[in-house]
Nanobody, 121 residues
Framework: VQLQASGGGLVQAGGSLRLSCAASGCTFRSSTMGWFRQAPGKEREFVGRISWNGITDYSDSVKGRFTVSRDNAKNTGYLQMNSLKPEDTAVYFC????????????????WGQGTLVTVSS
């Protein structure tokens, strides 16, 4: 599976952004898609995930503000980010899970190139 993330940019605190992740390959529709982020000098961290049948989970830091969704007909996943905070500033990655815990980067075999989100205060 090849992934292409897009939609990042500069936004003021309290604003919203919607990231997209376009996938190619036949396994996307049957796989869990995850979103991760990595801030400068920090490790990559789990943001949220959606299973092939729509089950979602989120990290505590984004719960209630971010929403993961997918459109299997379009082979595309989304991350809607509302009430953004400066601490949400990071490069955001989408990924497709291979095996293992949904919140561990090592469980994901296919990664997009990342899209930068910058939240100004």
């Amino acid at each position: 599976v090849q992934l292409q993330a897009s939609g990042g940019g500069l936004v003021q605190a309290g604003g919203s952004l919607r990231l997209s992740c376009a996938a190619s390959g036949c396994t996307f529709r049957s796989s869990t898609m995850g979103w991760f982020r990595q801030a400068p000098g920090k490790e990559r961290e789990f943001v949220g995930r959606i299973s092939w049948n729509g089950i979602t989970d989120y990290s505590d830091s984004v719960k209630g503000r971010f929403t993961v969704s997918r459109d299997n007909a379009k082979n595309t996943g989304y991350l809607q980010m509302n009430s953004l905070k400066p601490e949400d500033t990071a490069v955001y990655f989408c990924a497709v899970r291979a095996i293992g815990s949904y919140n561990s980067p090592s469980s994901y075999a296919s990664w997009g190139q990342g899209t930068l989100v910058t939240v100004s205060s």
